[in-house]
């Protein structure tokens, strides 16, 4: 009993935690200040406890007694454990000032954040169809919230209710699915449907087939994918900045955590019935995000618009997959790293420069970055190339992975067409370098400012340039290749 | 001795990083980035003393990266690296001498960056190696031109980046899919040339896959057609920009076809040569007409340089021992000649502030000495026999009539046109009505120590080609025997 409990201390203290802030948030003389520390405690707890499972083998059920087989563990999930963790981590501490000039910002906005990462380990651990569900609906709520979180502002409420509204219904499609796989399997557990889909011929599974691919819409709709696209630029726009940073970086990868363990575990027996579909949508995906990226003058609507891009990217992987690609699953998880890694940093310096002004920041604002914030303008570059895909960037790495697997599996087309879009990316990238270095300013240059804000921002770069060229000689720090390993572990772990 | 590619390769970086961890002050930085081109320059001679001609790929080192994907880091030098690497070397410090009064810390540190990312390049034996620093070098030519060009700076920065990225980005599918097939074959990845050239390909798949590779290298080179990033590019970059480009990076354009293309497909560049050597006679001609029309200097020799590098494109496809011998010995001599010249274009836009054709005049009457160096740089151009460029052009010529009489005939012709640009231009820049608006001093005498080595290579060069030849000619007949060969297996 105890054994089972400190499995699942990490998502424990993370609800503990939440409910914790809940209750704090009622006493008014708490500043928001030591409630960021109390939710940072907790988290960080968590992440260490993550971090201390990773690299173990065994993959048992928690609480078997109590919830069956409905959550399990291993180091696919505590995987995304780390990632979840440190994404709330990284979303707090870079924005511990943005609240200062804010007056709608109160303490429930922690315990969101942490219960939308309960949501999200919830989500990474389910083993059941259902849970998987409830654990997807905690994690979009909480966001929901986070997005409208600026009351008075139309454009925060609007957003709001676009993604509640669509996000709602393309929940119904997942619980309808569900219903129509336990239909056709009698049970909605993970293991169950996978050794119904290994035993049955596919003209047998009809139903299970429908069920599975209103699943797959709801996964599609939450990557943004062309044509489930249109909240994400709106919903991107109108949140404020640490959210829109939770939501790119973060909540955006757990997605992939249900996903990827449906592909690979359950669905691998029929997912050759959706290839076909897949590729249309990865089409539209790649080239409607480059149309909308490509349009845009706010930096947040073409980071948004250009998050729809790297789900084209991932989108080709996970059609590989079903093509009998080995080194497509591992290319995810990877890409999700490099992805992780890089819209934290590019999302996390645009809202640290957003927490001391209320400028919209478009491109033209930043015009003459890099005479006045020399260090920043050199971090967001390296964010810049890594997310375009230039190589000594662990971007390119990710890139170079999906890319060999679409080949690997004969995708040669898809390849070719993410290459071209990896190019398009270039401009609406580069545009931002450029428009940084290329004008003057009028104003002079400021002091870089050493607080833990632009420490984290600076780590977040050494490690994008250290996982695309770094080897494996020092250790504990995983280089290019060490990134490539976790990840291809933690697939192994997959049952 | 192992590791001194990696120390030729890396020296200029780390001094940047250490500079600018340090935060030097301007002066030191100068002193740094002088330092570290003088060094590598002091590695080079190590490098050519301890050089064996009658060997090919010499020093190599070869050390894993990325294990799961085949990438190592692998490097070494042969004939053809060593001639392109001794380039950049000879060349960094005189631009470093010509940049003395430059306060821009960025422009010392960009400079410093693109030594190391064209060093690597010329180096690299791995094809995602390769492929890294083909594309780091593209950032500090960005920067360059888009933060202290001139013009329309930001625009002509973005437009050289997403033409030549757009190149590079064929060129990684190709990778991409070499690396696939070998994989395939082998059932282990690896990215070495050496391994990746033991693939045989079915004719089909291999037609495509050089084609991404020639498509990168003809935007890098330009070929006609492929050329409209060029003028625009140089026009706006500083001149330590252009004179990189026009004497190094366009090189690498055709060295990676003469590394790449003819390491991994030489049957397959048979098939294209006759597309390659029609764009390059068409490119001859095209790009002499538009330096005979264009006012502007810097756009003039960004045309001269596209026409001479499709003379260098045309004897490599022409594949004989004359025209090979005279593609590398004209990379060497063009480079150093069109880097005078860019050099002497940068004195005269500081002097006049203009380096329009038509604004200036009467040089001559006021300034002997950069009358001088300027006359000679572009008659160096030109072909001046007595200098390196006649040797080459003349090597090649005599390839191309050994190849094809009427391949021959259109060279020799074309070849002339560059006569008529060049001593036109120098009738209307040096001779003429004096231009009395700028009071014009000649050159000091840090120009003439800057610019001295040049013209005595290129005199050497000229003079005494049997002084340079034997450090390429064994290796080069091997290799150009080894691609014949296969192309005689194809037919």
């Known amino acids: 009993m105890i054994e089972q409990i400190l499995l699942a201390l990490p998502m424990a203290i993370v609800v503990i935690g939440a409910f914790a802030l809940m209750l704090l948030s009622h006493i008014k003389t708490i500043k928001l200040r030591n409630m960021n520390l109390v939710s940072l405690i907790f988290l960080a707890i968590s992440f260490a406890l993550s971090y201390y499972r990773l690299g173990n083998n065994a993959t048992p059920f928690l609480f078997v007694d109590v919830f069956g087989n409905s959550f399990i563990l291993d180091d696919f999930a505590t995987l995304f454990d780390l990632m979840f963790t440190a994404g709330a981590i990284l979303t707090l501490l870079i924005n511990h000032d943005y609240f200062k000039n804010r007056t709608y910002f109160n303490g429930e906005y922690f315990a969101l954040i942490l219960f939308s990462v309960f949501g999200m380990m919830t989500l990474a651990h389910a083993h059941e169809l259902v849970t998987a569900f409830i654990a997807l609906e905690i994690a979009s709520l909480s966001v929901y919230t986070l997005v409208g979180y600026h009351k008075n502002k139309n454009s925060s409420s609007e957003s709001m209710m676009k993604y509640m509204i669509l996000g709602a219904m393309s929940g119904a499609f997942f619980i309808l699915g569900t219903a129509m796989i336990y239909g056709a399997v009698g049970s909605t557990s993970l293991t169950d449907i996978a050794t119904y889909t290994h035993s049955h011929d596919m003209k047998e599974m009809k139903l299970l087939i429908v069920g599975a691919s209103f699943v797959m819409i709801t996964i599609l709709f939450k990557i943004g994918a062309v044509p489930f696209h249109s909240w994400v630029v709106d919903v991107y726009h109108g949140a404020p900045y640490p959210i829109t940073m939770f939501m790119a970086s973060t909540f955006k990868i757990a997605i992939f955590a249900i996903a990827l363990r449906l592909y690979l575990v359950d669905f691998t027996s029929i997912n050759g019935f959706w290839t076909q579909m897949l590729q249309a949508v990865t089409i539209l995906t790649l080239l409607g995000g480059s149309w909308l990226a490509i349009n845009q003058t706010l930096l947040k609507r073409m980071l948004a618009g250009s998050s729809i891009v790297h789900s084209g990217y991932l989108l080709i992987a996970l059609s590989s997959i079903g093509l009998g690609s080995e080194l497509a699953a591992p290319a995810i998880m990877f890409y999700l790293i490099a992805y992780f890694l890089s819209s934290v940093g590019a999302f996390g310096i645009l809202s640290f420069i957003a927490s001391k002004s209320k400028k919209q920041m478009s491109y033209d604002d930043f015009k003459g970055f890099a005479q006045k914030r020399p260090y920043m303008a050199i971090m967001m570059t390296i964010f810049m190339l890594s997310l375009a895909g230039f190589p000594s960037t662990i971007g390119f790495l990710g890139k170079f992975y999906i890319f060999t697997a679409a080949i690997e599996s004969g995708q040669i087309l898809l390849a070719g067409l993410g290459i071209m879009t990896a190019f398009i990316s270039v401009y609406y990238y580069f545009k931002l370098i450029a428009v940084m270095y290329f004008y003057e300013s009028d104003k002079s240059a400021k002091k870089f400012p050493i607080n833990i804000s632009t420490v984290l921002i600076v780590m977040m770069a050494l490690m994008i340039i250290w996982g695309g060229i770094g080897t494996s000689l020092i250790p504990f720090v995983p280089g290019a290749d060490g990134f490539i390993d976790i990840a291809k572990q933690a697939i192994g772990s997959l049952r | ?491």
Request: glycine fraction near 8%; aromatic fraction near 16%.
């Open chain 2, 1 to 491: 001795m192992e590791h001194i590619l990696t120390n030729i390769i890396f020296l200029p970086l780390f001094t940047a990083i250490l500079l600018g961890v340090l935060k030097a002050p301007i002066k030191v930085l100068k002193v740094g980035a002088t330092f570290s081109s003088f060094a590598t320059f002091a590695l080079l001679g190590v490098l050519i003393w301890h050089f064996d001609p009658q060997q090919g790929m010499q020093f190599t080192q070869r050390l894993p990266w990325i294990n799961n994907a085949g990438v190592s880091y692998f490097i070494g030098v042969d004939y053809l690296s060593l001639v392109v690497l001794t380039l950049i070397t000879i060349l960094m410090p005189p631009l470093y001498v010509y940049m003395f009064h430059e306060d821009r810390k960025g422009y010392w540190y960009n400079m410093m960056l693109l030594q190391t990312g064209v060093t690597g390049a010329v180096l690299s034996l791995d094809l995602v190696l390769f492929y890294l620093f083909w594309e780091t070098m593209l950032l500090p030519i960005f920067v360059m031109i888009g933060k202290y060009g001139n013009g329309l700076r930001q625009y002509n920065s973005m437009k050289i980046v997403l033409m030549t990225i757009l190149g590079s980005m064929s060129m990684l599918f190709s990778i991409l899919y070499i690396g696939f097939i070998y994989f395939d074959t082998n059932g282990v990845w690896s990215f070495a040339l050496n391994d990746l050239s033991t693939i045989v390909f079915n004719a089909k798949t291999s037609i495509w896959l050089a084609a991404g590779f020639l498509l990168a290298f003809a935007i890098k080179i330009p070929l006609v057609g492929f050329h409209t990033w060029m003028a625009p590019a140089y026009g706006s970059a500083p001149t330590p920009a252009v004179v990189i480009m026009s004497a190094i990076m366009a090189k690498l354009g055709v060295y990676g076809i003469w590394r790449f293309g003819f390491g991994l497909f030489d049957a397959t560049l048979s098939y294209y040569a006759p597309t390659i050597i029609v764009l390059a006679l068409i490119g001859l001609l095209y790009y002499a007409v538009r330096a005979i029309t264009e006012d502007n200097l810097r756009k003039m020799f960004a045309y001269s340089s596209g026409s001479h590098l499709s003379l260098i494109a045309l004897g490599l496809f022409l594949t004989n021992v004359y025209a090979w011998s005279g593609s590398l010995y004209f990379i060497a001599t063009h480079a150093l000649s069109s880097a005078g010249m860019f050099i002497m274009i940068g004195l005269t836009y500081k002097r006049f502030k203009t380096v329009n054709i038509s604004e200036l005049g009467g040089v001559a009457s006021v300034a002997p000495k950069f009358t001088f160096f300027f006359a000679f740089f572009a008659l160096s151009i030109a072909g001046l026999p007595g200098t390196g460029g006649f040797v080459g052009e003349l090597l090649i010529i005599v390839g191309a009539f050994k190849a094809n009489f009427w391949v021959g005939v259109f060279t020799a012709t074309t070849m002339l046109s560059a006569m008529i640009y060049i001593f036109w231009m120098l009738q209307r820049v040096l001779f003429g009505e004096a231009n009395n608006s700028t009071q014009f001093s000649d050159l000091s005498l840090r120009e003439v120590v800057m610019l001295a080595p040049i013209v005595l290579l290129l005199l050497a060069t000229g003079i005494a080609p049997s002084l340079f030849t034997p450090i390429f000619e064994p290796q080069l007949t091997a290799s150009l025997q080894e691609v014949l060969t296969s192309i005689g297996g194809l037919k």
